[in-house]
């Protein structure tokens, strides 16, 4: 199974049937929600580095256990 690309990560968060309630009010559509869309958009974009070419290198750390990556 491929990675999913950002924008199919956001469709699968809309194919979730949640009852969510924020401030005590039920959100129909939470994925657009003002409130919660940053932190969508912020897990998307983890999606978008991820297919894009030449940036391994902003995925690896080093390890300050082993000193490995």
Known sequence: MALKTA????ESLR??????????????NWVDNPVIRP???AVAM????????R???LAITESMLTGGN
């Open 39 to 41: 932190s969508i958009n």
């Open 55 to 57: 940036t391994e290198a």
């Open 15 to 28: 194919k979730l049937k949640l009852d969510l309630y924020l401030f005590g009010e039920k959100v129909d």
């Open 7 to 10: 924008k199919e990560y956001i």
């Open 46 to 53: 983890t999606y978008k580095v991820a297919h894009e070419p």
